[in-house]
């Protein structure tokens, strides 16, 4: 039994920097609220709400000289400015490649061109993005919506970050023959191309896939997919203890691979927890000889 952990596991560039940074104005004493949760991971949420941070549903509930962390996943414009009206102090840990794609919108947008988010009308980052020019982004996420959409000219497009590099390049090639003065921005991070393309090579020879993240993480969906299409027998997990119940020695090749917001320490538990199985397998089959 190989357990072989893909390449690109774990944390990316991103949240390793909110995390450290998050973690350091911890220890300077500070009380920090951040709102919605700093990645999406819920064993990491639990563990910085123990030391002291508060979860807000809305900036409402700031007073002045309140210290609000932005995640990784930026904010709209508007509410960037509001938040320096009412004094509030920012911890800005919006990830620069999400940075960049704010920046590249609203430059098309004051140029005049329409801009065309592809990725998750519901997914913070998007709503970011699309708040950086006025909320006016034509947001799709599927070929339909691409066949779907009115003639338009002199656009720009946009990806979320985290979206499969497949999906980007069938929905261009859809828009590309439709839309005339298009101006096409791949703005999906290298992290996630990285992860992708490592997922997509480990999953071709595994015999089982743990996709591990957590469950409302979007590019650990898209990890889950791409390993899905290659090996039918894969599992998304967000800890040890959602494990299959399996007998994992009926595998030659266990792949794992994990979401971008999934620390190495939750990777390490569930390698243990397969690696306790195959043992423990081992033990009982001992006893009974
Ligand atoms: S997935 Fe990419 S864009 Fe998102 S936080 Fe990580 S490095 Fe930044």
Known sequence: MNIIIADNSGFCFGVSRAIKKIYDEIEKGKKIYLWGPIIHNPKVIDDLTSKGVKIIESIDSLNKNDILFIRTHGIPKDTFYTLKKRNINIIDMTCPFVKKVQHIANKFYKEGYKIIIIGDKTHPEVIGVNGWVDNTAIIINTEDEAKELPQIDNVCVVAQTTLKQESFDRIINILSDKIKNINVFNTICDSTKERQ??????????????????????????????????????????????????????????????????????INEVVETILSFNNKNRDNQRDTE
């Open 197 to 266: 393309e490592s997922a997509y090579k480990l999953s071709q020879l595994a015999d089982i896939m743990i996709v591990i993240g957590g469950y409302n993480s979007s590019n650990t969906k898209k990890l889950y997919e791409i390993c899905k299409s290659n090996c039918k027998e894969t599992y998304m997990i967000e800890t040890k203890d959602d494990l299959p119940k399996i007998d994992f020695r009926n595998y030659d090749n266990i792949g794992i691979t994990a979401g971008a917001s999934t620390p190495d320490w939750i």
